[in-house]
C-alpha cells in the first residue's frame, strides 16, 4: 500500500529545474509525526504547490516569448504551476475532511504540459 503524504513531501514537476515541498494547511484536522495530511485536492499553487524554479515548457507563454526573442535558444523563465486539476488516482481507503489523502503514487498536470509528482511523501508511518 502507498504511504500518505504530509506536509513537505518532496514535490518534482518534469518541465521544472528544481523541486519544491508540498505545503498542506491543518484544516483535514489529521497528521502524521505532527505534520498536516494532504489531500488530493491540496493543488492551489502558491498555496499548495510551490514554483519549481525555472518553466522549460514552450506551452507556457512566458517560455515560448522569451525562447523566440532568443532565436529560438531554449530559454526558461519563471515557474509559476497553474495545475489543471487534483492529485489522482489518491487513496481508494482514506478520505479526510476535504477529500481522498493524496498517496505518494499520485500525479498532478501543470497547464504548462508539466506532470507533478512525489519523490518522497513526507513521512513514513501511514498508508492508504
Do not use: H, R, Y
Not at 10 to 28: E, R
Amino acid at each position: 500500500m502507498p504511504k500518505a503524504v504530509a506536509m513537505g513531501a518532496q514535490l518534482q514537476c518534469s518541465m521544472g529545474t528544481a523541486p519544491s515541498s508540498l505545503i498542506v494547511l491543518p484544516i483535514n484536522k489529521t497528521t502524521s509525526t505532527f505534520m498536516p495530511v494532504a489531500t488530493v485536492n491540496d493543488i492551489i499553487p502558491i498555496v499548495n504547490i510551490p514554483p519549481f524554479a525555472m518553466c522549460q515548457s514552450l506551452a507556457n507563454p512566458t517560455v515560448a516569448s522569451a525562447t523566440a526573442a532568443a532565436l529560438g535558444v531554449l530559454t526558461p523563465m519563471p515557474c509559476i504551476p497553474i495545475i489543471a486539476g487534483p492529485w489522482s488516482p489518491g487513496s481508494a481507503n482514506t478520505t479526510l475532511v476535504s477529500g481522498k489523502a493524496l498517496t505518494e503514487d499520485s500525479k498532478c498536470t501543470c497547464t504548462w504540459a508539466g506532470s507533478i509528482s512525489i519523490n518522497s511523501p513526507g513521512q513514513t508511518k501511514i498508508t492508504c
